[in-house]
């Protein structure tokens, strides 16, 4: 008898179809907790419960290994280890809090792995705690934020205790290896005060990088010892962010003129060369010094700061003409620094600073957004640095 494949479907059980079955299981449940009057969430819910039965079920499964035969087989009689009843605890988890009956067996060698002697949190409970401390919350919020919403009484000094966790990564972090070269780095500083004795605004720099295949990384954190002075940039040519420079004109003129005062500006700043925008500048002041004069001020105080970009190519500028990409990480930095107020010490502003920084761009639209206009800047660099950024790949 020949059968055809679409035949057999046809009478397949529906026990037999992995997904209908998923969804049958599931959907009964459910039905039955609507039906007892059981809450699908909260204390006692059908979650909970859920939750309960499944760690139980694999803690016993680990127990079945460890002593190797099933509860209840007679082929456990005389083995020397048997299991030897329950003992209770309570674990935190992502529904609240959940009593469980871990086994126990006699020789008191079993070593739980789901979840280990003295545990008393499942790790997504930890990754919970770490991901509202990098968006700002306090200590003090996310304890009341697990309080009122999972009804789990953590405490201020656990959660210190859970965000102590990140250190060591953040040490391997700070010293892992680098890239031989980096076509640019944007440093910046955010201050923050510790207590250390007294309250002082200590600063803490961030180096941003974009790498040769134009994606954006951040190198490293450093605490420095005081305020952020000339010293700290002897051995570097400093570049105003032009964006901010515009911006801050338009704080002396009426908001009617923006447009037209933008206009004029953009000559000076898109000149081929120092001299060239210096005549585009003259023109700027001739035409809106008048009206105007502390824009003409601002422009010629900067000047020195303004025109280092000028000697690169037109793609060059478009990536260093602006200190956009580091401002977006300090703003991540700031409101999770605020919302800290004081310090103890330096580690724990750095530990703040560090998962604030971790929990940006998950999606990578951020470095998506670098690399479609990066190729450009990439051959204007190479022309501009003689190879430089070959050589440093090799």
Same mark, same amino acid.
């Given at each position: 008898?020949?059968?055809?494949?679409?035949?057999?479907?046809?009478?397949?059980?529906?026990?037999? !179809?992995?997904?209908?079955?998923?969804?049958?299981?599931?959907?009964?449940?459910?039905?039955?907790?609507?039906?007892?009057?059981? !809450?699908?969430?909260?204390?006692?819910?059908?979650?909970?419960?859920?939750?309960?039965?499944?760690?139980?079920? =694999?803690?016993?499964?680990?127990?079945?290994?460890?002593?190797?035969?099933?509860?209840?087989?007679? %082929?456990?009689?005389?083995?020397?280890?048997? +299991?030897?009843?329950?003992?209770?605890?309570?674990?935190?988890?992502?529904?609240?809090?959940?009593?469980?009956?871990?086994?126990?067996?006699?020789?008191?060698?079993?070593?739980?792995?789901?979840?280990?002697?003295?545990?008393? &949190?499942?790790?997504?409970?930890?990754?919970?705690?770490?991901?509202?401390?990098? &968006? /700002?919350?306090?200590?003090?919020?996310?304890?009341?934020?697990?309080?009122?919403?999972?009804?789990?009484?953590?405490?201020? !000094?656990?959660?210190?205790?859970?965000?102590?966790?990140?250190?060591?990564?953040?040490?391997?972090?700070?010293?892992?290896?680098?890239?031989?070269?980096?076509?640019?780095?944007?440093?910046?500083? %955010?201050? %923050?005060?510790?207590?250390?004795?007294?309250?002082?605004?200590?600063?803490?720099?961030?180096?941003?990088?974009?790498?040769?295949?134009?994606?954006? #990384?951040?190198?490293?954190?450093?605490?420095?010892? /005081?305020?952020?002075?000339?010293?700290?940039?002897? !051995?570097?040519?400093?570049?105003?962010?032009? %964006?901010?420079?515009?911006?801050?004109?338009?704080?002396?003129?009426? +908001?009617?003129?923006?447009?037209?005062?933008?206009? =004029?500006?953009?000559?000076?700043?898109? =000149?081929?060369?120092?001299?060239?925008?210096?005549?585009?500048?003259?023109?700027?002041?001739?035409?809106? /010094?008048?009206?105007?004069?502390?824009?003409?001020?601002?422009? #010629?105080?900067?000047? =020195?700061?303004?025109?280092?970009?000028?000697?690169?190519?037109?793609?060059? @500028?478009?990536?260093?003409?602006?200190?956009?990409?580091?401002?977006?990480?300090?703003?991540?930095?700031?409101?999770?620094? @605020?919302?800290?107020?004081?310090?103890?010490?330096?580690?724990?502003?750095?530990?703040?600073?560090?998962?604030?920084?971790?929990?940006?761009?998950?999606?990578?639209?951020?470095?998506? @957004?670098?690399?479609? @206009?990066?190729?450009?800047?990439?051959?204007?660099?190479?022309?501009?640095?003689?190879?430089?950024?070959?050589?440093?790949?090799?």
């Amino acid at each position: 008898m020949i059968v055809s494949a679409e035949a057999v479907e046809a009478v397949r059980p529906l026990e037999l !179809q992995p997904d209908a079955l998923d969804d049958q299981l599931i959907g009964q449940l459910v039905d039955r907790a609507r039906a007892s009057g059981l !809450q699908l969430t909260g204390a006692g819910g059908l979650l909970q419960q859920l939750t309960k039965t499944i760690l139980e079920s =694999a803690l016993e499964g680990e127990m079945t290994d460890h002593l190797g035969y099933e509860k209840h087989d007679p %082929v456990g009689a005389g083995s020397g280890n048997s +299991r030897n009843g329950t003992r209770s605890k309570t674990v935190l988890t992502e529904v609240g809090p959940v009593e469980i009956d871990v086994p126990r067996d006699r020789e008191g060698s079993f070593e739980p792995q789901l979840v280990r002697k003295r545990q008393r &949190r499942l790790s997504g409970v930890d990754e919970m705690v770490l991901s509202l401390s990098a &968006r /700002g919350l306090t200590h003090g919020e996310i304890s009341e934020h697990l309080a009122e919403v999972y009804g789990a009484e953590v405490s201020r !000094q656990t959660v210190s205790t859970i965000t102590d966790q990140v250190i060591e990564g953040m040490s391997e972090w700070q010293n892992r290896p680098l890239d031989p070269v980096y076509p640019v780095v944007f440093i910046d500083c %955010v201050h %923050v005060k510790l207590r250390d004795g007294q309250v002082a605004n200590r600063p803490i720099y961030v180096a941003l990088a974009v790498t040769v295949e134009g994606t954006r #990384e951040i190198l490293g954190l450093w605490a420095g010892d /005081g305020g952020e002075g000339a010293k700290y940039w002897l !051995q570097a040519v400093t570049q105003t962010c032009i %964006v901010h420079l515009i911006r801050a004109s338009f704080r002396y003129a009426a +908001r009617q003129d923006w447009d037209k005062i933008s206009k =004029a500006l953009k000559p000076v700043y898109t =000149a081929p060369t120092e001299d060239a925008a210096l005549e585009r500048f003259v023109e700027f002041s001739e035409a809106w /010094g008048r009206k105007y004069p502390a824009i003409v001020r601002l422009w #010629e105080n900067a000047w =020195a700061e303004f025109v280092p970009f000028l000697s690169f190519d037109i793609e060059v @500028r478009r990536v260093i003409c602006t200190t956009n990409a580091i401002e977006s990480v300090n703003a991540r930095i700031r409101k999770a620094v @605020r919302s800290r107020g004081h310090f103890p010490n330096e580690q724990a502003a750095l530990k703040c600073v560090y998962m604030a920084i971790m929990s940006l761009d998950p999606t990578g639209d951020g470095r998506k @957004r670098w690399m479609t @206009r990066w190729k450009a800047a990439l051959n204007a660099f190479e022309i501009a640095f003689d190879g430089r950024l070959s050589a440093g790949r090799r």
